[in-house]
């Protein structure tokens, strides 16, 4: 499957799939054929994320992809072109699927502390369900995001989650238990950092340190401390005023033979 071009006999059965397709257009009854022509496209995408994230993008054929999706390479083809545009149509569905599924969360809305706390797990456990994620994204890093880049749906991919962490900062900051100078894209980086890099470095780290970073019971643990530095860095200061009326007396502390 080559990158930037289509088969030998593509362009020729390209042009009589798109005829056959406006044939069958002006008929009556062509519904069913509506539905059976997504249900494929459905199955190639779903083919070919799997093919992808486990050859990468150099290594991905297309008769694997069209043998999975129970179709043939050309309708690969037909429907997505080349590989370039089959790759970034992978990418798109699964960026889309995280922002559906980001979409669908019920936080608490009443303390943003919790909601935070709340969206951290779902980010990291999100990525540890889903670890062809994971490798699509080392993939089209590979490729300086050349993929993504072209991408018309870049912004809908990404502004949900910016608008979910923005107005959970602004009702944190009104709230007074989160700092008003956060800026939501150095968040949501580090939030992501801290979930992603030990999933997808979990090979090398495990064989390094010696132990499993992502059995079940570590991931816990680590989480918690990640969590732990999430709400620090989040977290409102008091001021010093109130951090001196707040802080027990020395002499208070003596009388009670408790340790400073």
Known sequence: ??????????GAALRA???????????????????????TRERILKAASAEFARHGFAGARGERIAQRARSSERMVYYYYGS????FRAVLERAYARLRD??????????DPANALAQFCRFVWRYYLEHPEFISLLNTENLYAARHLRRSAQLGELVSPVAQLLSRMLADGAAKGVFRDDIDVIEL????????????SNRHTLS??????????????????????????????EPTT????????????????????
């Open 83 to 86: 590989k370039d545009a089959l």
């Open 207 to 236: 064989a390094v340190l010696g132990r499993d970073v992502a059995e079940a019971q570590a991931l816990e643990r680590y989480w918690d401390a990640a969590l732990r530095m999430i709400a620090g860095y989040v977290r409102r």
């Open 101 to 110: 599924a980001e979409r669908d969360l019920r936080l608490d809305a009443d």
């Open 17 to 39: 799939d798109r005829a056959s397709a406006r044939a069958r257009a002006r008929a009556p009854g062509t519904a069913p054929k509506r539905r059976d022509a997504e249900a």
């Open 188 to 199: 949501y980086v580090a939030i992501a950092s801290l979930g992603y890099f030990c999933l």
């Open 1 to 10: 499957m080559s990158a930037s071009r289509r088969t030998p006999s593509a």
């Open 241 to 260: 005023d109130t951090a001196r009326r707040a802080a027990p007396a020395p002499e208070a502390l003596r009388c009670t033979g408790r340790p400073y």
